[in-house]
């Protein structure tokens, strides 16, 4: 009799070690949308984003493109280099973060990426590394 119960103990744990089997991958979604956004992304509108083009002056973004909660705005800028020269330009954002081009006095075109760092007032970062504080104009 205890050989009957060691056989149907060691049949239970053989079949119920089984692996289970993993679910099948998630089907990639089609989207228009970037994971991330980059200085050229403001200089076109593409044909998706064009079907959702939409100005308003009451805010301080030029346009925007996109459908609730995947908006991307576009705003004009100004501010300041860590030195203290004043710049100004163009910027795509968003959610949190963005990119654009800043111009100054002696720099025709500089690649940035932002984040905001309050209401109105981003953050940016060149390649190089130089930190510029800007404000939404």
Same mark, same amino acid.
């Given at each position: 009799?205890?050989?009957? &119960?060691?056989?149907?103990?060691?049949?239970?744990?053989?079949?119920?070690?089984?692996?289970?089997?993993?679910?099948?991958?998630?089907?990639?979604? /089609?989207?228009?949308?970037?994971?991330?956004?980059?200085?050229?992304?403001?200089?076109?509108?593409?044909?998706?984003?064009?079907?959702?083009?939409?100005? /308003? *002056?009451?805010?301080?973004?030029? &346009?925007?493109?996109?459908?609730?909660? /995947?908006?991307?705005?576009?705003?004009?800028?100004?501010?300041?280099?860590?030195?203290?020269?004043?710049?100004?330009?163009?910027?795509?954002?968003?959610? *949190?973060?963005?990119?654009?081009?800043?111009?100054?006095?002696?720099?025709?075109?500089?690649?940035?990426?932002?984040?905001?760092?309050?209401?109105? *007032?981003?953050?940016?970062?060149?390649?190089?590394? /130089?930190? &510029?504080?800007?404000?939404?104009?």
């Amino acid at each position: 009799m205890q050989k009957n &119960y060691l056989i149907l103990l060691l049949l239970f744990s053989f079949y119920s070690c089984k692996k289970a089997a993993s679910p099948p991958p998630l089907p990639k979604v /089609n989207s228009f949308y970037k994971s991330v956004i980059t200085a050229d992304d403001r200089k076109t509108i593409t044909p998706q984003e064009a079907r959702t083009y939409h100005v /308003n *002056k009451t805010y301080q973004y030029e &346009y925007r493109t996109g459908n609730p909660g /995947n908006y991307e705005y576009n705003y004009d800028v100004k501010g300041i280099n860590s030195v203290g020269d004043s710049v100004s330009g163009n910027i795509n954002v968003s959610g *949190k973060y963005g990119a654009g081009i800043l111009t100054t006095d002696t720099i025709s075109e500089i690649e940035i990426n932002t984040e905001w760092i309050s209401y109105g *007032k981003l953050k940016a970062f060149d390649k190089k590394g /130089n930190e &510029y504080q800007l404000i939404v104009k």
